[in-house]
């Protein structure tokens, strides 16, 4: 497998500097369909078999885990029937990629407020994240009812519990903590951060995890990334200087 990979991207050095973990914000997919003069619910369709793609790069390059931001906390304000209808496609893209999952090897985990997904949809959810989970070729994250901001004041609400129930002193608070209260608590921060669709903003995305990510933006929008374009992007993570505030 590294072989073939080799040759189509000699310069690809797949023995040193692997991110452990691809964060991506697949964004640009109703705009894909307009300009094919196709409804938005197309884009967000063509967008799964990039999905497809992705885990298949990201099991080739040996990357342990990808998180997918799939529905933000904000998407929720668009019109119903958008958001049915993206609801329903998470349900029969679970469905349809539950056997794939298991022949692949790969563990679904899911991030986000979860209680607020259609029971059919978070009974799905369940069911796949539950049947994958001793899954060990890589991790497949899915971001969806996901807010960063939401996460965080989450987080402060436990942790000020168990200091009004004595369980900890406001100086036991560090960073530590704080980063095991979120939903990511058993995740290593995401090393490369790419964002499709030109735009340049976070979108309330893993604020805490991805301060120190190398951040990629790719012009094209989601339903056009290709495996060679998670390639192109570990290619230019590996040419960065990680410096971590240091020299
Ligand atoms: C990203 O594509 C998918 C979701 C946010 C669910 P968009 O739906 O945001 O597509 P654009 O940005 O409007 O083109
Ligand atoms: C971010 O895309 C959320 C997802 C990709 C799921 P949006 O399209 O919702 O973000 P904005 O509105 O352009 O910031
Ligand atoms: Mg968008």
């Not at 307009?34 to 197309?42: A, D, E, T």
């Given at each position: 497998m590294i072989g073939s990979l080799t040759c189509m991207f000699p310069e690809m050095n797949l023995h040193n500097d692997i991110p452990r973990h691809i964060a991506i914000i697949m964004d640009g997919n109703g705009r894909w369909a307009?300009?094919?003069?196709?409804?938005?619910?197309?884009g967000h369709r063509a967008g799964a078999e990039s999905v497809r793609?992705?885990?298949d790069a990201g099991k080739e390059l040996g990357i342990e885990?990808?998180?997918l931001y799939a529905f933000s906390s904000e998407n929720w304000?668009?019109?119903?029937?958008?958001?049915?209808?993206?609801?329903?496609?998470?349900?029969?893209?679970?469905?349809?990629?539950?056997?794939?999952?298991?022949?692949?090897n790969v563990r679904l985990q899911a991030i986000g407020q979860l209680h607020r997904l259609p029971a059919s949809t978070?009974?799905?959810?369940?069911?796949?994240?539950?049947?994958?989970k001793d899954n060990t070729s890589i991790t497949l994250v899915l971001a969806i009812s996901y807010?960063?901001?939401?996460?965080?004041?989450?987080?402060?609400?436990?942790?000020?519990?168990?200091?009004?129930?004595?369980?900890?002193?406001?100086?036991?608070?560090?960073a530590k903590l704080v980063a095991d209260s979120l939903y990511t608590a058993n995740i290593p921060d995401p090393d490369l951060l790419i964002?499709?669709?030109?735009?340049?903003?976070?979108?309330?995305?893993?604020?805490?995890?991805?301060?120190?990510?190398?951040?990629?933006?790719?012009?094209k929008c989601w339903p056009d990334?290709?495996?060679?374009?998670?390639?192109?992007?570990?290619?230019?993570?590996?040419?960065?200087?990680r410096r971590f505030g240091a020299l």
């Open positions: 307009k300009s094919r003069g196709l409804p938005r619910i197309q793609e992705v885990i885990y990808i998180t304000s668009r019109p119903e029937k958008e958001v049915s209808a993206l609801m329903k496609l998470l349900e029969q893209f679970l469905e349809s990629k539950r056997k794939d999952l298991m022949r692949q978070k009974k799905k959810l369940d069911q796949v994240i539950d049947q994958t807010g960063s901001r939401e996460e965080i004041v989450e987080a402060m609400r436990r942790i000020a519990q168990s200091a009004v129930d004595g369980e900890i002193q406001p100086a036991d608070i560090d964002r499709t669709s030109g735009e340049l903003r976070l979108s309330n995305f893993l604020l805490w995890q991805i301060s120190y990510a190398e951040i990629f933006i790719f012009d990334f290709r495996q060679g374009d998670l390639f192109d992007a570990v290619k230019e993570y590996q040419k960065r200087h």
